[in-house]
Nanobody, 129 residues
Framework: QVPLVESGGGSVQPGESLRLSCAAS????????MGWFRQAPGKEREGVAA????????YYAESVRGRFSASLDNAKNTLHLQMNSLKPEDTAMYYC??????????????????????WGQGTQVTVAP
């Protein structure tokens, strides 16, 4: 098991920003594909943003494209999610996910929860007037 430590959630007003961070505490030298997912009450978990190992590419859900920006610090195995222009519909529990380097990761499925092995406990994001 690889602990994922999430931080940065909170309550903001529409139009404001938040920054989430997730650090993967694995063995020395381990690298991870990482992503952020969210789940609102009564809804299924959905992929928000993902950054595979290397950090050269990022994948986004259509609903957040242009507002959210994900970046992966490979040296620290830490994934950041900068969320701007937040909307009430962004309100959800946000979960960090990670998968160790292996041959099974499918890049075009980077926003699917089934691609990930480890999950964080979640951090709440609430956007309301």
């Amino acid at each position: 098991q690889v602990p994922l430590v999430e931080s940065g959630g909170g309550s903001v007003q529409p139009g404001e920003s938040l920054r989430l961070s997730c650090a993967a505490s694995g063995p020395p030298g381990a690298k991870y594909h990482m992503g952020w997912f969210r789940q609102a009450p009564g809804k299924e978990r959905e992929g928000v943003a993902a950054v595979p190992i290397g950090g050269a590419a990022a994948y986004y859900a259509e609903s957040v494209r242009g507002r959210f920006s994900a970046s992966l610090d490979n040296a620290k195995n830490t994934l950041h999610l900068q969320m701007n222009s937040l909307k009430p519909e962004d309100t959800a529990m946000y979960y960090c996910a990670a998968r160790p380097r292996d041959d099974g990761f499918t890049y075009r499925f980077a926003l699917k929860s089934t691609e990930y092995t480890y999950w964080g406990q979640g951090t709440q994001v609430t956007v309301a007037p």
